[in-house]
């Protein structure tokens, strides 16, 4: 099947007036063999539900159609969402029934605004939200079991570092919560239009069950958020303002079973999870 290339993306982009902006992280995949790499990488089947976010002008979406049952499109922008069904109509008519577009923000969206439930995430994220996406989805779309998205090379670092790592942080361990992540390969910068000014690269997501704990969801991430605010301090001095004060934190860090003079890029998911239990009835 026809691909979109450099010369169809810049004469569909002039055609719609279509000049990519940084505020919605805009940089369309020119390259049929990127898009290829992406699906194959991704490990679609046949009775996958995909859901693409920020589908641009199509490139990716047109490898994804024959490869699955199904893709939901979600686009922000509203000119590519009423075009991308015409581009898939024009170059592929045989799948264009598989595919649904909702104009939206995804960082809004949840189950009731699709008309299928989806399997996994395969997506090209805008640089500027791709974590606060992946988070939002995997906790809104519970039927989601995997997924593949590419993003900025220090955001993939991120998302995919584990615990004692240079760049592990608030995206790792929340990522953690919901499943285990890996890189899954570079991506150079020249598959691109425009080009961006940093290398990006592919995060493998497979679903997981959360930590058993009695704590919520929310009330862990506000251990986590509390953990890294302030990255040199140990945990009995990073957590005072959460506890409400440093003994308080000493408490539900002693009860957990964690040393007080623990720094929180030391911890895992559930070390966070055990922490957020102790301090139910210490706080």
């Not at 569909?12 to 992280?25: H, S, V």
């Not at 240079?166 to 919560?177: C, D, I, L, M």
């Not at 390969?185 to 239009?193: L, S, T």
Request: proline share 7%.
């Amino acid at each position: 099947m026809s691909l979109l290339g450099p010369v169809e993306v810049r004469a569909l982009a002039e055609r719609l007036a279509i000049r990519p902006t940084k505020k919605l992280g805009q940089n369309f995949v020119i390259d049929g063999g990127t898009v290829r790499r992406i699906v194959r990488v991704a490990g679609v089947a046949s009775d996958d539900i995909a859901i693409e976010v920020g589908p641009g002008l199509g490139s990716l979406t047109l490898a994804l159609l024959p490869e699955v049952a199904r893709v939901v499109a979600v686009e922000i922008d509203p000119v590519l969402a009423a075009q991308l069904p015409s581009t898939i109509q024009d170059m592929a008519p045989e799948y264009a029934s598989k595919l649904s577009v909702v104009q939206a923000d995804a960082l809004k969206v949840g189950l009731d605004d699709l008309d299928a439930r989806p399997t996994v995430l395969v997506a090209n994220l805008p640089y500027n939200v791709s974590v606060p996406v992946v988070l939002h989805l995997l906790e809104v779309l519970p039927t989601l079991r995997r997924g593949l998205v590419m993003v900025q090379a220090e955001v993939a670092d991120r998302l995919a570092a584990p615990p004692g790592s240079r760049t592990y942080g608030v995206p790792s361990v929340k990522a953690a919560w919901y499943a285990d992540v890996r890189r899954a390969g570079p991506v150079g910068r020249n598959v691109f239009w425009p080009a961006p000014n940093v290398d990006s690269g592919l995060v493998s997501l497979d679903r997981r069950d959360p930590p058993t704990t009695t704590a919520t969801r929310q009330e862990v991430f506000a251990v986590i958020d509390a953990a890294f605010a302030q990255r040199r301090k140990t945990l009995r001095a990073a957590l005072a303002g959460w506890a409400g004060s440093p003994a308080a934190a000493e408490e539900a860090l002693v009860k957990a079973g964690i040393a007080p003079s623990t720094r929180g890029e030391q911890l895992a998911i559930h070390d966070f999870a055990r922490i957020a239990e102790a301090a139910r009835s210490t706080m």
